[in-house]
């Protein structure tokens, strides 16, 4: 099953075994770390082989970069470097607070970061820009890792985790000190199989973070009743296209999830929408600026009732 460590707790140490990716080297490089121990509970992403102090940080950060999507490196717990893009907004003042903070998992086979792949004059996109710090890891499945069920797609679940959790518990700092990131306030989104990833982080990740946007995507039945305990404990935002010509992703194999999300008592939503597959993109992060307000809207995890995050 997978889990997550109510914050404040000890981390969880994440293994994979998988192929060594190159380090980029990047100007101005700055380094936000977060120690992990491991646990002695297991799950499909966990191995019990023990990490002595291992480190994740991101590398490469130039924090007087505002405005501007900027590539980086980020450090998982077994010391692989894996692309990833940060958005830091501009801030109208020189004294900043931590900011509301996305995490945007890509379509399959896609390495273009959120920003880079919208529209950004769109009404959408101009409240991102303007509200949010965006963390977009670059994932580089192909096909036959769609379901996490290969060698390589567990290790791309394994490292996002990591990431995310590395934002949890650490933030992201600059050399002065200031945070960027409200811990309390972070959300995963994800289109296709950014969306299946999605449901993942945030059935691992319910106690924690403050909210999941999954759009045009798919699960694993095989796993349904894992994501639905966890994702039934925060709120969750499904955008899906309704087409009845819609073949990749089609909604009737979304609605068995939904519907034990909300058995649970789980926080749903679902905007259907009428379009094709690869347009459900547009409505739900340009078009309008519902889905971005809906997650300010959830406002950050302190303050509301905590998830036991045991699944």
């Known amino acids: 099953m997978w889990y997550e460590t109510p914050r404040g707790g000890s981390g969880v140490g994440w293994q994979q075994d998988g192929k060594q990716c190159k380090r980029v080297d990047v100007a101005q490089r700055h380094d936000s770390r977060v120690r992990l121990s491991p646990r002695n509970a297991t799950s499909k992403w966990q191995s019990t082989e023990a990490a002595a102090e291992p480190v994740c940080k991101f590398n490469g950060v130039d924090f007087t970069a505002v405005g501007h999507e900027q590539r980086v490196t980020f450090v998982d717990m077994k010391g692989k470097a894996h692309n990833a893009y940060v958005y830091l907004p501009s801030a109208s003042t020189n004294v900043r607070e931590a900011w509301p903070t996305v995490v945007y998992i890509p379509w399959l086979g896609s390495e273009s970061p959120l920003i880079e792949s919208s529209r950004t004059h769109t009404a959408g996109m101009q409240v991102l820009m303007k509200r949010f710090v965006v963390i977009s890891p670059m994932v580089g499945l192909k096909c036959k890792d769609a379901y996490f069920n290969t060698e390589k797609g567990q290790e791309a679940i394994t490292w996002v985790a990591d990431l995310v959790r590395t934002l949890l518990h650490l933030g992201l700092k600059d050399d002065r000190g200031q945070q960027w990131v409200d811990r309390d306030f972070v959300s995963v989104t994800g289109a296709s199989l950014g969306g299946g990833v999605t449901y993942v982080i945030g059935s691992m990740f319910s106690s924690t973070l403050s909210c999941v946007a999954p759009v045009a995507a798919y699960h694993d039945s095989a796993k349904r009743r894992e994501l639905a305990e966890g994702l039934s404990q925060l709120p969750v935002y499904c955008v899906h296209s309704?087409?009845?010509?819609?073949?990749?992703?089609?909604?009737?194999?979304?609605?068995?999830?939904?519907?034990?999300?909300?058995?649970?008592?789980?926080?749903?939503q679902v905007e259907r929408v009428q379009c094709k597959h690869s347009k459900t993109f547009n409505h739900a992060y340009e078009i309008g600026d519902w889905l971005w307000r809906w997650i300010l809207g959830q406002g950050p995890r302190r303050g509301r009732g905590t998830a036991t995050g045991t699944e």
């Open 242 to 268: 309704k087409s009845h010509t819609e073949r990749t992703c089609p909604i009737k194999n979304e609605e068995p999830l939904w519907n034990a999300i909300q058995n649970r008592g789980g926080n749903l």
